[in-house]
């Protein structure tokens, strides 16, 4: 399979993602839009994976790189390529998919847990994977409204719209599962820095105080994730093609 990574800020990578392609032995190349690369065709492309930034879908216009991206992710959904968008890469699938993008009444950074969408069990495939619970690593400051057609499978109290799937190849999720300890330590630098629209916060949040030392501390005792993969292979497949997603959690937390 060859994938292919957008990376919009230096210090947002794919993290884990690139050590379970490697694992795999996929192909995969990385683009950096804000240094000027040029989007590749997408005939020589099986699946997008879109990564986080401090950007809103709505600042399109201060970053001369985005509306091409939406472009081409359109471009890539009407093609039927995999596609998995993550924090703001998720953003631009619902911008693209129809759907509103906006700041949220409040932040969500640090260690939370996400639960299960109840509301319709027969639609919801991913149900079983965040039974009853699950914490994951947030950095938003950002919501969207689900865009038509799509099902969303996990929630906070804090943001209803957390991982949603669009026909059989496209994914979306709001938070991080890629991070690792390094990634971690890079986001809470540039947090700190005050250069961010989503800078670490005083009060009001929880910042995972071991991260450094531990990128899943929360994680670290949470029966059942290795048993995953199987689920998210038999829902979210195209031939030989799989989404990476589970299988990503499953070599982190073996």
Request: hydrophobic content about 40%; overall charge negative; glycine content about 8%.
């Amino acid at each position: 399979m060859n994938i292919c990574f957008v990376q919009h800020v230096s210090y947002e990578t794919p993290g884990i993602i690139t050590t379970w392609a490697r694992t795999h032995r996929h192909a995969y190349t990385i683009v950096h839009p804000y240094a000027a690369e040029p989007f590749p065709a997408l005939s020589d492309i099986d699946m997008l994976v879109l990564m986080g930034g401090p950007m809103g879908v709505y600042q399109n216009n201060q970053y001369a790189w985005m509306k091409d991206e939406m472009k081409w992710i359109e471009q890539a959904i009407d093609l039927g390529k995999k596609v998995l968008g993550i924090c703001l890469g998720a953003q631009l699938v619902a911008h693209v998919l129809g759907a509103k993008v906006y700041p949220h009444v409040q932040k969500e950074i640090g260690w939370f847990p996400v639960y299960a969408e109840k509301s319709n069990p027969t639609e919801n495939t991913y149900a079983g994977l965040f039974t009853p619970q699950a914490t994951v690593f947030h950095w938003h400051g950002d919501t969207f409204d689900l865009p038509a057609g799509a099902v969303n499978h996990v929630y906070t109290p804090g943001c209803r719209h957390q991982l949603f799937s669009w026909s059989t190849h496209v994914l979306g999720l709001q938070f991080h599962l890629e991070v690792g300890q390094e990634n971690i330590q890079r986001m809470l630098e540039a947090g700190s820095s005050g250069n961010l629209r989503n800078p670490v916060p005083t009060t009001g949040c929880t910042i995972c105080a071991t991260a450094r030392a531990n990128p899943y501390p929360e994680l670290a005792s949470h029966a059942g994730m290795s048993s995953t993969i199987a689920c998210i292979a038999a829902h979210f497949h195209t031939g030989s093609l799989t989404i990476t997603l589970w299988s990503i959690r499953l070599f982190a937390f073996e």
